[in-house]
């Protein structure tokens, strides 16, 4: 998983082709869902740019975190988080990947790191994930990954997965 920079989302912006050959990777061809793409845009404008731009010294915890697949060199989708955890502690995780890549366990394994990079940070003591109730694969992710559904408004879940103690 690679994080990108202010300077990098600037340019994945202009070109993804280009900002995958910058950093040494092969070119990807995501099949990614029109709704996604429609977040996507929107993440870049009012959320990735203004707070990697504004909190450069906490850039992680606003940027896309572009998971590669490293056996093909290629970025086959993207994770991160919706900003610096909150007073309880709660960092929220959300993820993309590509549909040619659904069912291979990849995102399951992407939501692991990443979760596991934000329990090291001693002030995070949960990871939330918003998904949609008939989102049935994202479903199982968050399930395989230890992760509990603790709301439903309106068919968007939230699910929730605590710090383990260091003797779980």
């Known amino acids: 998983m690679i994080p990108l920079t202010h300077e990098q989302l600037l340019l994945l912006k202009q070109n993804r082709k280009l900002l995958e050959l910058s950093i040494g990777l092969t070119p990807s061809a ?35 975190w572009e998971i590669v697949l490293k056996s093909t060199n290629t970025v086959i989708g993207g994770m991160g988080f919706a900003g610096y955890p909150n007073d309880k502690g709660e960092a929220e995780i959300g993820y993309m990947i590509d549909a040619n890549q659904h069912n291979k366990g990849f995102a399951t394994e992407a939501l692991q790191l990443l979760s596991q990079w934000a329990f090291n940070h001693e002030f995070v003591r949960a990871i939330i994930v918003h998904t949609y109730a008939d989102n049935l694969p994202s479903r199982r992710i968050l399930d395989k990954c230890g992760f509990s559904l603790i709301d439903d408004v309106e068919g968007l879940l939230t699910f929730r997965r605590h710090r383990q103690s260091p003797h779980e």
């Open 30 to 64: 995501m099949l990614v869902d029109p709704l996604y793409i429609k977040e996507i845009d929107d993440a870049f404008d009012n959320f990735w740019l203004p707070n990697t731009l504004a909190f450069p010294n906490k850039y992680l915890w606003y940027t896309d």
